[in-house]
Nanobody, 123 residues
Framework: QVQLVESGGGLVQAGGSLRLSCAAS????????MGWFRQAPGKDREFAAA????????SYAESVKGRFTISRNNTKNTVYLQMNSLKPEDTAVYYC????????????????WGQGTQVTVSS
């Protein structure tokens, strides 16, 4: 079993930045691909970013490409989501996810999920 704990959410003005962190435990972190998803009120959970086992391959949703950066530190068992140039439409609960398959998936079919952290962007 893998436990995921997100942190770093909060309230920020449009144009600002936040960095989300997700600490993993329970399995060798370097054997997990990681992803970030988000869910706004009344909407389905959607893909934001993903990274493979060793961090050499990343993927992003078109809506965040060029503004968000996913990275991982396998010695700290942590994945990050740096979010810049935030927009009100980025407001959502952000979820960290982990999967035993090596590639970062863009669909919400991950094996493990965190509880989520709220990000609110004011206009």
């Amino acid at each position: 079993q893998v436990q995921l704990v997100e942190s770093g959410g909060g309230l920020v003005q449009a144009g600002g930045s936040l960095r989300l962190s997700c600490a993993a435990s329970g399995r060798t972190f370097s054997t997990l691909s990681m992803g970030w998803f988000r869910q706004a009120p009344g909407k389905d959970r959607e893909f934001a970013a993903a990274i493979n086992w060793i961090g050499g391959r990343t993927s992003y949703a078109e809506s965040v490409k060029g503004r968000f950066t996913i990275s991982r530190n396998n010695t700290k068992n942590t994945v990050y989501l740096q979010m810049n140039s935030l927009k009100p439409e980025d407001t959502a609960v952000y979820y960290c996810a982990a999967d035993k398959r090596p590639f970062g998936l863009t669909t919400p079919t991950y094996d493990y999920w965190g509880q989520g952290t709220q990000v609110t962007v004011s206009s």
